[in-house]
């Protein structure tokens, strides 16, 4: 029998007509984009056929109560979610994949952010947000991604997307693997995987077996306080990726690009490049077939052009199964901070979270029920001691719902 690593090769890239449902098959494999986790993670998704398409759905919330230290830290009841649907059908020697993903924090995010310490980037009421972080937009996605072989064992990908995610960073927390158990975002978030939602996106991918090169056209400027609508505005940004697959349980990506304008209250333009490894073991059985043991480490840094300054974010991030129905998670993060205050100081702020998630027994149908909680402790310079005190501190606790997958064997 072939390894592993070998069939997984081959249902990236063999050129012939049985490999061309895989090629919608591996489509569906993206997690945001053309983004993905490591080909072994089981992607929590059902998949059923209608005629001759092939379907996708999955998505999922979370409920959760925050508590954090004063005195600048607050309390919230709010819900975190997200819904992706996918379609994907035969077209000429490739496949094409129509997708669509939305998310609720629109409504369910009142104040237009939820509390989060040491949190930056993008404006509330026409205020820059600190120590918070701003919902999702109602739709996070939509785009349709064609993939057909060109020659032997090179596949091309094209994307387009009036709302997408371009060819820049891992993929985003909300659809990484190493952080399904945990409902808030890093404090790296804007250094690492911010432009998940971007507009006016067009991306050209070439893979070629274990590697895929990536390059990106979009409009730079972060969303709007508006979530609930779509933006749009001309191509002014570009970035390109290069990941690879060594093994189904392995991938890496870095990935380098130029923002223009992403801050409506900051001048100048931003060059984020990331780095980023990902680990993926599938270990224990949860009710719906093999759980994961997934870990990322992530590596951001943001040049502005206006201030000259590189800010850097490094996070290192796990979930781990026991048991299959109880999943223990951590996240540890270094953050370069210059908008805490006023003065634009640089702070460097580390994080660090630990917390725990337990399956329930089936309590609604059709959806994965887990209730957890995590805590999250904070080192600060002394320059923040003043304003955040010397031991700050938060806590989530959450119910969490996930579409239940179907199950694919052991």
Request: net charge neutral; with cysteine.
């Amino acid at each position: 029998m072939l390894p592993r690593m070998v069939l997984m090769a081959c249902a990236i890239a063999l050129p012939c007509r049985a490999q061309m449902d895989m090629a919608g098959m591996m489509l569906m494999q993206q997690a945001s984009g053309t983004s993905m986790n490591p080909l072994s993670w089981r992607m929590p998704m059902f998949m059923p056929r209608v005629d001759s398409w092939n379907l996708m759905a999955m998505g999922q919330g979370f409920l959760l109560d925050t508590q954090q230290a004063e005195p600048r830290g607050g309390d919230k009841l709010f819900s975190t979610s997200w819904f992706m649907a996918a379609a994907t059908h035969k077209l000429g020697r490739g496949s094409l994949m129509v997708q669509l993903m939305v998310s609720l924090e629109p409504a369910t995010v009142t104040g237009r952010r939820y509390p989060e310490l040491f949190q930056t980037g993008e404006t509330a009421y026409g205020k820059p947000i600190v120590d918070g972080q701003h919902p999702h937009n109602f739709i996070m996605g939509l785009g349709v991604n064609y993939e057909r072989p060109i020659r032997g064992a090179t596949f091309l990908e094209l994307y387009a997307a009036p709302v997408g995610d371009p060819a820049l960073g891992p993929v985003a927390f909300p659809h990484r693997a190493s952080a399904s158990e945990l409902p808030t975002a890093p404090l790296g978030h804007h250094w690492e995987d911010s432009t998940h939602i971007a507009y006016d996106v067009v991306t050209a991918a070439l893979k070629r077996r274990w590697a895929r090169l990536e390059a990106s056209g979009f409009h730079g400027a972060e969303p709007g306080e508006n979530r609930w609508t779509i933006g749009y505005g001309p191509m002014d940004s570009w970035s390109t990726r290069l990941s690879v697959f060594p093994t189904g349980n392995w991938m890496a990506q870095v990935s380098v690009g130029r923002l223009t304008h992403p801050e409506a209250l900051e001048p100048g333009d931003v060059v984020r490049s990331t780095a980023s490894i990902h680990y993926s073991r599938p270990m224990g059985h949860g009710a719906a077939g093999p759980a994961s043991w997934s870990s990322s480490l992530i590596w951001g840094r943001n040049h502005d052009t206006f201030t000259h300054r590189d800010l850097n974010a490094y996070l290192a991030e796990t979930v781990l199964p026991v048991r299959g129905k109880n999943f223990v998670t951590g996240r540890w993060e270094l953050v370069n901070k210059d908008e805490l205050l006023v003065t634009g100081q640089v702070f460097r702020v580390g994080a660090y979270t630990l917390g725990f998630t337990h399956d329930l027994p089936d309590v609604i149908a059709g959806l994965e029920t887990g209730i957890g909680a995590n805590a999250t402790t904070y080192t600060v310079p002394e320059g923040l001691v003043g304003y955040y005190g010397a031991h700050p501190w938060g806590v989530n606790v959450y119910l969490r719902l996930r579409l239940r997958p179907e199950h694919r064997g052991p």
